[in-house]
């Protein structure tokens, strides 16, 4: 597992240096679903660089992917949840706050999680078997913080719906902060930044985190308080688990 994990912070880092390159070129931007539901094609380029490195170093092994339709469920076999740029909007709109992220399973047990902030040359990895670290130094387990001393970290339309009382929530703190991107985001809650994150987002959106959390004292649920389904986009809460039944109080 050791080799795999080293060959993981070797392709992230690999992948964010060819984002960094690549960046200043022009890019080729499409909509999925709707207007601010964007794609380019150094997205495609990053995820296909990675994927093939992959394959070539572990052939056997299975791939779950943003793009493209690349799809293989986490709960069978041993199995790599990339997502090549995340927070997609930040990247074309800033040219920064965003991430590569990579998730690796077997049979469906997170071994280790990545999260690599791009510009800012920060890599966050580890959970399973390994402390997670920035840059190699550990990151502390939660600690535990009254409401009303801590900042939120969540979707602007849910916080602006009250959706499931998030804003009810929201008024207990300190106030709300919005990164734009699920990674950078839940980086900010493992840092004991934020006191956790909510939005709405995919399996590859929260795959590291959740994997890198369990180890620091945190949880990944929905808002309805059940574990993710690894195949739909799902309203989700990364939280600390200590905070849990007192959070639950003000999410409905």
Not at 9 to 26: C, H, N, V, W, Y
Not at 84 to 113: C, L, R, S, W
């Given at each position: ?37 964007l ?5 495609k ?32 076999g ?9 927070g997609?909007v ?39 078997s ?35 009382g ?40 929260y ?15 929905t ?17 600390p ?12």
């Amino acid at each position: 597992m050791e080799t795999k994990f080293k060959f993981a912070q070797d392709l992230i880092q690999e992948a964010g240096s060819f984002i960094r390159d690549e960046m200043a070129k022009t890019l080729k931007i499409e909509e999925k679903t709707q207007f601010d539901d964007l794609v380019t094609n150094l997205d495609k380029a990053t995820q296909d660089l990675m994927i093939a490195k992959i394959i070539k170093n572990y052939p056997n092994d299975f791939i779950f992917a943003e793009e493209d339709g690349v799809r293989h469920s986490v709960e069978h076999g041993n199995v790599w949840v990339l997502d090549p740029i995340d927070g997609t909007v930040n990247f074309i709109v800033q040219g920064e706050h965003f991430a590569v992220m990579i998730a690796y399973f077997e049979d469906g047990i997170g071994k280790f999680g990545l999260i690599y902030d791009v510009m800012g040359d920060l890599l966050y990895c580890g959970g399973g078997s390994f402390p997670v670290c920035v840059n190699g130094k550990p990151i502390p387990r939660y600690q535990d913080t009254p409401l009303n001393r801590t900042l939120l970290g969540t979707n602007a339309g849910m916080f602006a719906d009250n959706y499931h009382g998030i804003r009810d929530l929201a008024k207990q703190t300190l106030g709300v902060r919005v990164y734009g991107g699920a990674g950078i985001s839940m980086t900010q809650v493992m840092l004991g930044h934020l006191l956790g994150y909510f939005s709405c987002i995919q399996p590859w959106d929260y795959a590291a985190a959740l994997i890198m959390g369990e180890n620091l004292g945190y949880t990944l649920l929905t808002i309805d308080g059940e574990k993710p389904d690894f195949s739909t986009r799902q309203s989700i809460m990364f939280v600390p688990k200590a905070k849990l039944p007192e959070i639950k109080t003000y999410i409905k």
